[in-house]
């Protein structure tokens, strides 16, 4: 069964920075496309970015220019940098494989 952990959420002023890391345990990691979704309270959880196998991104149009996935397969990670956060992109940030969710990570955006 595969395992996602990601860590690297907080508490952060608007305009501020993050970075999102998830580790994943899956064997043929660098073959998969990986992807953040997120989840703000009484909203569906919506896909955020993604990162295939031969590092081709999509991103959400509210993202974009904002946030930058990335992965580096020999240590099976995949990475969200956000910034100029918005209070609108307070949420739980989850890590997403083909098969399994991570545990999520949570992003508040407050002055």
């Known amino acids: 069964q595969v395992q996602l952990v990601e860590s690297g959420g907080g508490l952060v002023q608007p305009g501020g920075s993050l970075r999102l890391s998830c580790v994943s345990s899956?064997?043929?990691?660098?073959?998969?496309?990986m992807g953040w979704y997120r989840q703000a309270p009484g909203k569906q959880r919506e896909l955020v970015a993604e990162i295939g196998s031969g590092r081709g991104t999509n991103y959400a149009d509210s993202v974009k220019g904002r946030f930058t996935i990335s992965r580096d397969n020999a240590k099976k990670m995949v990475f969200l940098q956000v910034n100029s956060l918005k209070p609108e992109d307070t949420a739980v940030y989850y890590c997403?494989?083909?098969?399994?969710w991570g545990q999520g990570t949570q992003v508040t955006v407050s002055s």
């Open positions: 997403k494989d083909p098969t399994a």
């Open positions: 899956r064997i043929g990691f660098s073959f998969v496309t």
